[in-house]
């Protein structure tokens, strides 16, 4: 028997059975469906986006006259922009915000998150391409293929063929070939409507780029479903019933897509804990007022502020000198608190190997632009560009300084000033910079599938010493 005759036989009976037409026809229509929610609500917010960036940068350039610093603590907000391939897997983004004000003297977090408008339903999870092939695709296979070698043991046409001459190794090929092609005919043309939902989604200068991380996170994806062919068929030739097969097969199911996520979530932040929201705020307010303490005593040589010491010509040079001292502290908390995160987002991949949807989740998410690495990139741009805002306003006081001391309130800029100060425009990183990041996820997926083709091999030539 050839391999090609062994899995043409395979994709036959899983068409006479019905399992694929059923079983397979379900996730497909639910791809097909979560595809147009997630094209539908990119369309949407993108839409909102562009409109309320350039309404909000529109309200900057309008101001009257007014006193600068009046105008720094207005500020403007900064919009992340929609990810081409968030309608295939939105992430984080949901649950972290989408808009910075960039106010005075303060780094802002990420506000206006999608999930406090949530139903109480919708918290449970959002039905998404990504959500469906990391937690539905195990299912289908298990469904296509428990089977496999424990129900021709029971019906005693395994050893038959074993008898026939037929290697263990070509007989596993043939099997995994027939389920590959079976996920293949639901898969591809749900790639190719994808495809096309980016194309056109994408803009015109970000198309490409678009269609090439949907090309490396496509491949991430078979990789994935790879890895539970070879599982399943490898627990199928260790069972000697289709029951004990299936059985053993849903239950790590179960584990790998209910339990183990939540347990190396908590894991993780027990290895590597983050601080409090209130202990953060408290070591970053006293980092800063040491920091300020410091800059005021050797510029003024006192800490006390608007005192005598420091008159109100001085307001624009305090000001700027107080601000630019604070950066390095943002940055040393901010990037600590981050780098404590993407730890613990470390653990979590490495933790792939054995529970490949945690592996699989952290390259979707990067691949589609909606991990928090993208994040990271969007809210360290829209800090700089606060911090060009504060800048620009606090080089105007200095420029214009109150010669008499009494009158700095009454200084008005002209309109002209605002306009000094460009529109947030953010450009994510490309498709390369965001494999770069995910080398580590996509590297565990191949090892994993290594050890699942191992697996599935060792239980399937076993069965002729038996």
Known sequence: MSLIWIARREFLERLRDGRLYWAGGLVLVLLLTALAVGWTHQRDARAEQHAAQAMDYRDWLQQDRRHPHDAAHQGMHAFKPEAALAMMDPGINPYIGSTVWLQAHRQSEVKFNAAQDATGLQRFGNLSVGWILQVLGPLLVIVLGFNAFAGEREQGILRQTLSLGVSPLRLLGGKALALVASLAVLLVPAAIVAAIAVAVGA????????????????????????????????????????????????????????????????????????????????????????????????????????????????????????????????????????????QQQTVQEWSGLLLPILAIRSFSMGMAGTDFAHHRSFTTEAELHRRDIQDLMSQDLVAHADPLGDRHFAYQAPRELWATVPPFDYHPPGATWALRHQARSLAVLCVALLLAAAFAAFTTVRQRAL
């Not at 599982?231 to 209910?258: D, E, K, N, Y």
């Not at 290895?271 to 410091?294: G, H, I, N």
Request: charged residues 20%; proline residues 4%; neutral net charge.
């Open 203 to 342: 803009g015109p200068g970000d198309r490409l780029d678009a269609l090439l991380r949907l090309a490396a996170w496509a491949l991430g994806y078979a990789v994935y479903l790879g890895i539970f062919v070879f599982l399943v068929l490898g627990v199928s030739a260790a069972s000697s019933t289709s029951r004990m097969a299936i059985t053993v097969l849903l239950a790590l199911w179960i584990g790998q897509a209910v339990m183990a996520p939540r347990v190396m979530s908590e894991l993780s932040r027990a290895w590597f804990p983050s601080p409090t929201r209130l202990a953060f705020d408290q070591a970053l307010d006293a980092e800063r007022k040491a920091v300020s303490d410091a800059v005021w005593q050797k510029n003024f040589g006192t800490t006390e502020r608007w005192g005598r010491d420091v008159p109100l010509s001085k307001w624009g040079l305090a000001l700027r000198l107080d601000d630019q001292s604070s950066y390095a502290v943002y940055d040393r908390h901010y990037g600590r608190l981050w780098d404590t995160w993407e």
